[in-house]
């Protein structure tokens, strides 16, 4: 296959690359524990969380990985004793986030894919000649092609039609191309950066709980968002009662949801 005709992804991948990173050694067993061990903690104890160890969690969890390094995700420490009575009030007072050490609201911002488009251009353009010119490509024009749904998502509904076309012979990229499509894309990644979160909670002696179960309107209004921005999740976090787990852990058999093929 000539360069011209390999898939931009494929150039990307195979430019030169003069960064080594070696894995680093895990303890595979600490690692095990820290994931069994995390639970959906209902009742938490007063004992209070370092505020070092939570703004460390919360740097840990924008190093989840995402769509095209895009990072479409916010997340609101809400520390103002008013903001918080409130958002407890918005969590339908559950017990999760009654008697939480702290919360955490975590957004989805498909509107994020432009301005950090522009801020990856910005690094590239500081990085110099050490930028693959297939990655500048990439974020010129793969990203506003793959992410810009236009006015009433038109654009993204043109784009539809000649992916489905294209796709007929040839394996090719469908979505997002309309707004929904581009909170499913936001929601995605912003889950993974919560499950990142709640994993370094756990590692550093902490227990967490993400509630679904809110008001999702207003707490966009306590935090004054508007849309696009949408309510992922809002996290609780501390350390468990001694009832703050409400029963065994169940999960159906593995073969349910695992298949090989």
Known sequence: MSDKKKPILNKLFESKNTHIEPAE?????????????????????????SEKDMKECLELSLLAPNSSNLQPWEFYWVKSKTKKQKLIEYCLGQPAA??????????????????????????????????????????????????????????????KIVMEIRGLKTPTPREPYNKKGMAVWAHKSTALACENLML??????????????????????????????????????????TNGVYGKQLRFKSYNFIHEI
């Open 25 to 49: 050694k895990i303890n595979k067993e600490e690692f095990i524990k820290t994931v069994k061990s995390r639970r959906s903690v209902r009742i938490y104890n007063e004992e209070p969380i």
């Open 98 to 159: 009654t008697t939480a050490q702290e919360l955490v609201v975590a957004v989805a911002r498909p509107d994020f894919w432009k301005i950090n488009q522009k801020r990856m251009l910005e690094l590239f353009n500081e990085m110099g000649e050490k930028t693959p010119k297939s990655a500048t490509t990439y974020y010129k024009k793969i990203v506003p092609l793959a992410y810009n749904q236009g006015i009433f998502s038109i654009r993204g509904y043109i784009k």
């Open 200 to 241: 370094s909670l756990r590692a550093y002696g902490y227990d967490s709980c993400p509630m679904e179960g809110i008001d999702s309107r207003k707490i966009k209004k306590l935090l004054g968002l508007s849309t696009p921005a949408e309510i992922s999740m809002v996290i609780s976090a501390g350390k468990r009662a």
